[in-house]
Structure formats: structure tokens, C-alpha cells
């Protein structure tokens, strides 16, 4: 009940193996959000060459008679 002045309790450390498999995880989900952004940034590169050769096309054309 009493502690004695100056004594400090030590702090329980995780095990070893459970801060590599939370290390691992955490860089997984890291390079998951990454290819996810990658993925978004080259569907829209798709999406504006798409759009660009669309509006290309339109304004280009000769007018009908």
C-alpha cells in the first residue's frame, strides 16, 4: 500500500515479436493508402486525356454546310 520514496515501478514492454508484427502492419496499411493514391492519380490522368482528346475533337472539326 505504502511505497518507499524513490522506488519506481518498471513499465511492462510489449513483447518483441508484437511491436515487429505491429511495425509490419502499420507499414502495410502505409503502402496500401499509397498505391490507392497512386491508383486515384492515374485514373485521373485517364480521365483528363480522355476528355482532352474529346474536346479536341469537338472544337476541331470543320463546321457541316
Known amino acids: 500500500m505504502f511505497k518507499k520514496a524513490g522506488a519506481v515501478r518498471p ?3 510489449p513483447a518483441p515479436e508484437a511491436t515487429t508484427r505491429a511495425a509490419a502492419s502499420a507499414e502495410a496499411e502505409r503502402q496500401a493508402v499509397q498505391l490507392q493514391r497512386d ?3 492515374a485514373t485521373a490522368m485517364k480521365i483528363d486525356a480522355i476528355e482532352s482528346a474529346m ?7 470543320p463546321e457541316p454546310a
Not at 474536346?55 to 472539326?61: G, L, V
Open 55 to 61: 474536346a479536341f475533337d469537338i472544337f476541331n472539326e
Open 11 to 13: 513499465v511492462p514492454q
Open 39 to 41: 491508383l486515384a492519380r
